[in-house]
Every structure is written in C-alpha cells, then in structure tokens.
C-alpha cells in the first residue's frame, strides 16, 4: 500500500500487508474546529507481515483557520501496529496553526500496543518523531505522547527511537516526550545483538508549568538484551518559557529505567523563568516524599549509570537543582558497573530564594524503606563519583552536594564526592557537602571535598550531622545516624568554608551529633581531613 499524496484524514480499522510488501501512510488534517488529525487510528489494526518497511507520516494542518484541540500529526488509539522485519517509522507534526489550543500532538499512542519483530540480527528497528503544535494558548501540545501503551521492539531488530519536539501555549503540561502508565523497551531477555533505546524530548512551552523534556510517570523504560549495546539514552531539555516544575528529565510516580547490561545515561536541562521552582535538570522521584510508595528507580545489572543535570540560572523561586533523587525507596544501582552523577544547580540572582542543590539525595525516614540510596551493589564493581554544583546567590542553602535519609554504598572500588556551594550575598548555610541522617561507605577509599559560600553564619566546607541525642530506636523514631565510613581503605575529607563568611560556625569540616561516625578500614585505612 503506497499513498503518494497528502490526503485527509486517513481513519484506519485494518490494513495488513504481507510477502515483503512496504506500506506507506500519510495524511493531512482538515481545517475544522478540532479533532482534525491527519492520521487516525481508532480500534484498528496494522501490520506489516514480511520484511516490507512501514511508514506513517500525520501532519496537521497547515494555516491558521484550524482552531479547538486534537489536531495532533498521528493519533493512534486502541490500536495494534505490528511490524515485522521491517523499518518502522512514525512522523507526525500538529497543526501549526496558532488559533490551536490544547492536546494537539505531533504523535500519540493511546492504550495501543506497536511492537517490531522478527529475524534476529536485522538492522532495522522503530523510529518515532512527533512534533506538537503551534498554539498561542492551550497546553499539553506534548511531541509524543504515549499513554497506557506497549512500545517493544525484539532482541536483534536495531534500535528503539523517540524523538519529541512539545510545542507552545501558556498554560503547560507540554511535553516533549511524555511516558504515562506504559511499558518501552525491548522484549527479549538475555539475547545478543540488542536494541538499544534512544529517547530525546525538547519542549517549547511559552508559559505554565510541568514542561518537560521528558518525563516518564508510572512507567517502565527497559533495555534486555544481554550485550552492552543494549543501553538506554534519555536526554530532555525543559521549557525555559514556563515558570515552575519544567525539568529536563523526570522519572517519577512509580517508574522505572533499566538495562541488563548496557549503560543507562539520564541527561536534563532544567527549564523555567521569573519566579520559578523546581525545574530540576534531572529528577528521580517517587509519588511524593511522605510515603514509600510509588518509588522510582534507575538500574543496570552490569552496565554503569551515568546521570547529568543542569538548571537554568534565570528561574529565582528557588530548589531549582541539578539533579534529585527524591523519596523512600528510590534507587539508582548497578550491579557491577560505575555510577557517576554530575549536578549543576540554577539560579543566580541576589533575589533568588535558595535552596539550590547541585545533587540532592533525600529519603524520607530513618527506617531503611524509607531511605533513597545510590549503590554499586557488586564485589568488584566500579566506583561512585557525585559532583555536585549549588546555585543561588543572595539566599541560603545552595549546597553543592546534600544526602538526607541516604544510603551512598559502593561494594567496588572508590566513592568520591565533590561539592561547591554558591551564595556570595549576605547569604548562610551553603554547605559544599552536608550528610544529615545518611551513610556513606566504600569497600576502597571514600573521599569527600567539599566548598563552602556565602558571607554570613554556617557556611562549611563539609558538614556530617544527624538529628539522634540518644541511641537510635529498632522502631521508627524518625531518627539515623550519620556514617561516613571505608571498609577496605582509607577516608580523605578536604573542607573549606567560607572565605567571604564574617559570621560564625563556617568551618571547613565538621562532625556532629550522638550518632555521627567516621571511620576507615579496622587495619588498613587511616582518616584524613
């Protein structure tokens, strides 16, 4: 089946092609009142049986006389789209048309199943570009938006690629690539030549909130293939023409991201303006943080984790961080790869309103289902290395690197963490490492440096506290100690407070609390600091 010109709009309930045959689908959306797609599929079925490619290309209308919502490129709804053996590509781009308001999507899969298979070791694999629309109002204008769906493409079939550009509107929501209540990855377990998953997202939003580059809420994002090609790549860019909560990646609500045993790299540029806060350039969330339900997680079982977040410097509504990893139980592990994460918060002006971390990691409570961690949980595994940057300026808290209700643990080699804290107006409190009522331990050499800002009170270099007075409870008690702590090696702590501060307590380190220990190796290390 070929279309070779534009028409309007194609309403599918079954097409199959079999014996190497291609198909070809492509359609323009009418200039209504909403709900002009240009390629629609509603309880249908589409399947390309035999080494045929398959492409379907939706574009919305082009002009301004298209108005109301649902002008999206490609709506697929309670649909199957099977291919096999075959190049899938899905294109789809909203109207442009600026009288557009809400929910016009460049590609949208809708409680709908599209999966490739076929032989193993084939090139081929699924491609998915959307790009949302142009409305002047309105919001959820996402890229692509995959929602109560199943997107898998078998061991051997090439990779798994989305591509989402959010369009604009003021009201928010607009997605570059949005993930709700679905499963993407690869099907087969422990196979040779994999898939790989590559998913970009950039949103245009032009106002509003949760503009995300990508967000994945509910979810599941796995590589299985039993190789190290079959990684996962994720990397977001937020809207910086939204206000609040526009983050460049943001797994959150219950998701997961995971591989086998290729790398898994989580990338994000926060966005935001004015007031703004909590745009994060990466985030690993739970549902809240006052529950352990719902936890998020990222997870390789020998490939390494690499995690990079940067907010921008404009929004000034503060806890504009570089990376989070937030809530009771949420992990980022691997089994016997490395974890490095690299967080550069946002904010810099004098009336910005504090608290922006570089890398936050913060459980809820001292029970140990309550606590987020970072792990290499393998012997001879590779290393952790945090590197955190703060943002702000005139206000407090900026810290480099902060882990509240944390486990750090690495069963490999070395943990090192780096953080500077920012503040150089009458500013306290920005503490290049603060561990409250968190452990960090290494089975090689632990090394922490930390750099303290700011011009008044409480400004340290490191800072390893906890909250207990008295011997911690076997109940929850609301209270943990504070370990920083080698078993196989020494601890080197470097700290340096504020050199601007004219206040008090701005030390280069410092140890506190009932239950705060430091310790290196029983017959080997040494502590240093």
């Not at 240009?38 to 490619?53: C, Q």
């Not at 697929?76 to 109207?95: F, L, M, P, R």
């Amino acid at each position: 089946v070929g279309v070779s010109s534009l028409v309007a709009p194609l309403t599918s309930n079954l097409v199959t092609v079999a014996a190497g045959a291609n198909v070809a689908i492509t359609g323009l959306g009418g200039s209504g009142v909403g709900n002009d797609a240009g390629v629609y599929v509603n309880y249908g079925t589409l399947a390309s049986t035999n080494a045929g490619t398959f492409q379907v290309t939706g574009i919305g209308y082009n002009g301004n006389s298209v108005s109301g919502t649902g002008n999206s490129g490609v709506s697929v709804n309670n649909s199957t789209v099977t291919v096999a053996d075959g190049q899938s590509t899905i294109t789809g781009i909203a109207s442009t048309s600026t009288a557009a308001t809400s929910n016009n999507r460049g590609v949208e899969l809708i409680n709908s199943h599209f999966t490739s298979t076929g032989v193993a070791g084939h090139a081929d694999g699924i491609a998915i570009s959307g790009t949302g629309g142009a409305g002047a109002t309105g919001g959820e204008n996402d890229g692509i938006n995959i929602t109560s769906s199943l997107v898998t493409i078998a061991a051997g079939k090439g990779n798994l690629v989305l591509t989402g550009t959010g369009g604009t509107g003021t009201a928010g929501g607009t997605d570059g690539v949005q993930i709700a209540a679905s499963t993407v990855g690869s099907a087969a377990t422990g196979v040779a030549a994999p898939a790989a998953i590559y998913i970009t997202g950039v949103s245009h939003a032009t106002g509003g909130n949760n503009n995300n580059g990508v967000v994945a809420s509910t979810s599941t994002i796995t590589a299985t293939g039993g190789d190290a090609t079959a990684k996962v790549s994720i990397s977001g860019t937020a809207a910086t023409g939204g206000v609040s909560s526009n983050r460049g990646v943001d797994i959150y609500n219950a998701s997961t991201v995971s591989s086998v045993a290729g790398d898994v790299t989580l990338s994000g540029l926060g966005g935001g303006s004015g007031a703004g806060a909590n745009n994060d350039g990466v985030r690993v969330a739970s549902q809240n943080l006052t529950s352990t339900a719902n936890s998020s997680s990222v997870v390789s079982g020998s490939g390494s984790i690499h995690i990079t977040g940067t907010a921008q410097a404009a929004p000034t509504g503060g806890s504009n961080r570089g990376v989070g990893i937030d809530g009771g139980s949420t992990q980022v592990s691997t089994g016997t790869g490395s974890i490095d994460i690299t967080g550069t918060a946002g904010g810099t002006s004098s009336a910005d309103a504090g608290t922006n971390i570089g890398v936050q990691i913060q459980g809820i409570d001292s029970e140990a289902a309550a606590r987020a961690s970072v792990a290499v949980s393998g012997a001879g595994g590779g290393s952790i290395v945090i590197v955190g940057n703060g943002g702000g300026n005139g206000s407090t808290g900026n810290d480099g690197v902060k882990a509240t209700f944390a486990n750090v643990t690495t069963a490999g080699t070395t943990l090192t963490v780096t953080g500077i804290a920012l503040g150089s107006g009458v500013t306290s409190n920005n503490i290049g490492i603060e561990v409250q009522n968190g452990t960090l331990t290494s089975a090689g050499n632990l090394i922490l440096s930390g750099t303290g800002a700011g011009t008044t009170n409480n400004n340290r270099g490191v800072s390893i506290t906890d909250l207990a007075t008295a011997s911690v409870l076997t109940t929850d008690s609301g209270q943990m100690p504070s370990t920083v702590k080698s078993t196989g090696g020494d601890v080197n702590i470097t700290g340096l407070g504020s050199a601007a501060a004219t206040g008090s307590t701005n030390y280069g380190v410092s140890v506190e609390g009932a239950q705060t220990t430091v310790q290196a190796a029983a017959s080997t290390g040494s502590v240093t600091s």
